[in-house]
């Protein structure tokens, strides 16, 4: 399974954004997919991750209310729309793929987008 993570870039604080990850590979589907990220001097952070039925597990804190995760089977892609963007998001997003509910137990990862966000 192969992950690519596109759609980051600069934004202002209170903007939106939507980051894709495009999955390829065979098994794909047996794979839940989850979205993390890392800013710069921390630990990588889990925010939330997708069954392909739909099927999510809670939201990290930091962006609940505020960032959505969705999937879209048959384009092999999973989504993360970003709204009401804070300065505090600025980090490089990943995208992977692992059992369910891919939280701890990752089998693959993208190469991550970098997402500023300005204040």
């Known amino acids: 399974v192969q992950l690519q993570a596109s759609g980051g870039g600069l934004v202002q604080a209170g903007g939106s954004l939507r980051l894709s990850c495009a999955v390829s590979?065979?098994?794909?589907?047996?794979?839940?997919m989850g979205w993390f990220r890392q800013a710069p001097g921390k630990e990588r952070e889990f925010l939330v991750s997708?069954?392909?039925?739909?099927?999510?597990?809670s939201y990290a804190d930091a962006v609940k209310g505020r960032f959505t995760i969705s999937s879209d089977y048959a384009n092999k892609t999973v989504y993360l729309q970003m709204n009401n963007l804070k300065p505090e998001d600025t980090a490089v997003y990943y995208c992977?793929?692992?059992?369910?509910?891919?939280?701890?137990?990752?089998?693959?990862w993208g190469q991550g987008t970098l997402v500023t966000v300005s204040s």
């Open positions: 590979g065979r098994h794909y589907s047996a794979y839940a």
């Open positions: 997708t069954r392909w039925s739909g099927e999510t597990t």
């Open positions: 992977a793929a692992g059992p369910w509910p891919a939280v701890r137990t990752i089998t693959y």
